[in-house]
Nanobody
Framework: QVQLVESGGGLMQPGGSLRLSCAASGSTFSINVMGWYRQAPGKERELVAAIAHSGTVITYADSVKGRFTISRDSAINRVYLQMNSLEPEDTAVYYC?????????WGQGTQVTVSS
């Protein structure tokens, strides 16, 4: 079992920046991929970014390329999402996730609202 706790969400004006953080605890020794999904009201959950255990970035959603940066510190089992040049379309609940050999685990989500 792995527990995930996200932090760093909130309200930001368009063009601003936020940094999300996710802390993993429990059976973290077998964590492989870490990443972020988001879900906006009335829309399907969307993969935002993912990063391998080595620190190699696996993917970014086209809508965030050049604006968001994913990183991780495997020594302390944390993954981060630096979000710059935020747009109203980035408004969503952001979920941290990890993959293990036993399955995928999700955080409870953190709300990001981009509005003037």
């Amino acid at each position: 079992q792995v527990q995930l706790v996200e932090s760093g969400g909130g309200l930001m004006q368009p063009g601003g920046s936020l940094r999300l953080s996710c802390a993993a605890s429990g059976s973290t020794f077998s964590i492989n991929v870490m990443g972020w999904y988001r879900q906006a009201p009335g829309k399907e959950r969307e993969l935002v970014a993912a990063i391998a255990h080595s620190g190699t970035v696996i993917t970014y959603a086209d809508s965030v390329k050049g604006r968001f940066t994913i990183s991780r510190d495997s020594a302390i089992n944390r993954v981060y999402l630096q979000m710059n040049s935020l747009e109203p379309e980035d408004t969503a609940v952001y979920y941290c996730y990890v993959t293990l050999s036993t399955g995928d685990y999700w955080g409870q989500g953190t709300q990001v609202t981009v509005s003037s």
